[in-house]
């Protein structure tokens, strides 16, 4: 009998792979024939496949099948419309050929992949879709699976995919990787990966499986830009660079009791160094160009928290430098909650105090616990237990997830254990 | 020892397919496990075949010809296998493992007559 599958991940890449390629074969307005001949494909591979074993190449044989699949069910769809002509529209005219039987081409699939993810960045389609869009077609998420990442009820997730997969296969064909806008629509692949990774990273979903599984999905296609000429920027480059610099820390980001533990009390020789390594190689083939993005400057924080023997010895004045330039490429609160963080760090806890009160839009973060935990661990430190108390417990009811909670309580007690008579 | 078919049923009309990669991808995982263990524990006679849902079914002499093999069964057969055990009930705790039983599915356990 043959051994067990390659890893867990492979149906969810394959069936982002199969999605891609049919839909470049059967045309983007054949997009949900080519979901539904994907998703009877895994089906029929699961029940042959388990009592078979594994065919020699099982991704082979999936497309072989998917593709049959997809000519079955077109003949099926162009039957119905002969019999019933009004429920087709112009039926042969919009028919497209029959998929043309092709080897395996890695270089194709991945184009396929690429071009479904510069797809899914349709700039009719808002951010936040992109993303739920990229996790269902690419990564093989259900409707229920991104519901659960995002935190919103399956229902609004399925009406929020349904709206855009309609304005992408409304589109006339997949987004052609030379097109002219090519390097704004990289701005937006870019933009949704980063989300993707943040999502997976800080989200709010409970189970860290899923968001690890995010933080996967989110390097796994940024690494198909890096590998792909048109796309491989220094902007992807310096993104890639991010994103393995900040999963570099997660083994040590939560503790053995599954406890978030925050950067300065991270046991760093938990850090994956092999990670970081990558994070630096990519970081310096992110420096080729003329541009600094925003993900060239974050990458650079994480790289430099990343070389810090110690929460100590890290350069605090060159982060809070970082910090000032970030802030002048993409202002924003939680950008300003870190800076004022890490000029906490440099020039003490008053400064910082000083720096989270001046703060523009600190109101936006309303909802954020980690800006009243910031005031509260400065306050902490200024030896004002009752005032940090007091921010603590406004952490507390803002928490998102049970690791951020038991990461507050924490927090709380270090407060309560000040304030106890000696 | 006996031998012991195996028939793997599912109700008609019923939900049989997980909606994700991932959830499909464990199903495969438990059947390849369960057949393992089986055939590690030398129970496992004949893997058997999975089966199709179409089919026809031929009565009456050859006169009467119906669609589907379930025509008038409330469960689709999805496989079948052969297994060796000492008795029915050893046979039924073999069955108790199979991951059909987990989505909804059932086990006929018959013992094959011997000579």
Not at chain 1, 2 to 25: C, I, K, M, N, Y
Not at chain 1, 75 to 94: H, I, Q, V
Not at chain 1, 249 to 265: I, N, Q, Y
Request: net charge neutral; charged share 25%.
């Amino acid at each position: 009998m043959t051994a067990a599958l390659p890893d867990e991940h492979f149906f969810r890449r394959e069936s982002g792979r199969l999605v891609a390629t049919l839909t470049r074969v059967l045309g983007v307005h054949h997009l949900a024939l080519a979901e539904d001949a994907v998703q009877e494909t895994l089906a029929a591979a699961v029940e042959v496949w388990a009592f078979r074993g594994l065919p020699d190449n099982p991704s082979a044989w999936l497309m072989a099948a998917a593709r049959n699949r997809a000519i079955s069910l077109l003949r099926r769809e162009r039957t119905a419309r002969r019999f019933a002509p009004e429920l087709g529209r112009s039926a042969d005219a919009e028919a497209p050929a029959e998929p043309r039987p092709q080897g395996r081409l890695p270089e194709a699939l991945r184009d396929d992949e690429l071009r479904m993810m510069f797809s899914c960045s349709h700039p009719d389609i808002s951010e936040d879709a992109q993303v739920a869009l990229v996790l269902s077609l690419l990564c093989g998420f259900s409707a229920q699976e991104v519901a659960g990442a995002f935190l919103v009820s399956r229902a609004a997730m399925e009406k929020r995919l349904t709206r855009a997969k309609k304005v992408l296969s409304g589109s006339t064909t997949l987004f052609e990787l030379g097109a002219r806008d090519f390097h704004g629509r990289l701005a937006a692949v870019h933009r949704a990966l980063y989300l993707l990774f943040n999502e997976g990273y800080h989200g709010a979903c409970p189970d860290a499986v899923v968001r690890l599984d995010l933080c996967r999905e989110a390097m796994r296609l940024v690494a198909l830009l890096v590998a792909h000429a048109p796309a491989a920027t220094p902007a992807s480059h310096a993104l890639a660079a991010l994103m393995a610099l900040h999963a570099a820390r997660l083994p040590a980001r939560l503790d053995e009791a599954g406890d978030l533990t925050d950067l300065a009390r991270q046991d760093r020789s938990r850090w994956d160094a092999g990670l970081i390594a990558r994070g630096l190689e990519l970081l310096e083939a992110s420096a080729r160009g003329e541009v600094v993005s925003e993900y060239h400057l974050e990458a650079a924080i994480a790289a430099t928290h990343a070389l810090a023997p110690t929460a100590e010895q890290t350069p605090w004045g060159e982060i809070v430098e970082l910090y000032d330039a970030l802030l002048r490429v993409r202002p924003s609160p939680v950008v300003a909650l870190n800076r004022a963080v890490a000029l906490a760090e440099h020039q003490g806890p008053a400064r910082g105090l000083e720096a989270l009160g001046a703060m523009q839009g600190s109101e936006r973060l309303s909802g954020y616990p980690f800006y009243p935990a910031a005031l509260g661990e400065l306050e902490l430190r200024l030896g004002r237990a009752t005032e940090a108390r007091k921010h603590f417990r406004t952490a507390y009811r803002l928490a998102r997830n049970p690791a951020e909670s038991r990461f507050l309580e924490r927090r709380l007690a270090e407060c309560e254990a000040r304030l106890a008579p000696r | 020892m006996s031998e012991f078919l195996l028939l793997y049923r599912l109700p008609a009309g019923s939900p049989d397919m997980p909606d994700s990669p991932r959830r499909m991808q464990e199903r495969l995982q438990r059947w390849r496990a369960w057949f393992g263990e089986l055939e590690a524990k030398g129970h496992l006679k004949s893997l058997g075949h999975p089966l199709e849902s179409g089919g026809a079914v031929v009565k009456d002499g050859g006169g009467t010809v119906h669609d589907g093999p379930y025509a008038e069964s409330k469960d689709i057969l999805i496989g079948y296998s052969v297994v060796e055990a000492r008795d029915l009930a050893a046979a039924r705790l073999l069955a108790a493992g199979c991951p059909v039983l987990a989505y909804g599915g059932m086990v006929e356990v018959r013992p094959i007559r011997q000579m």
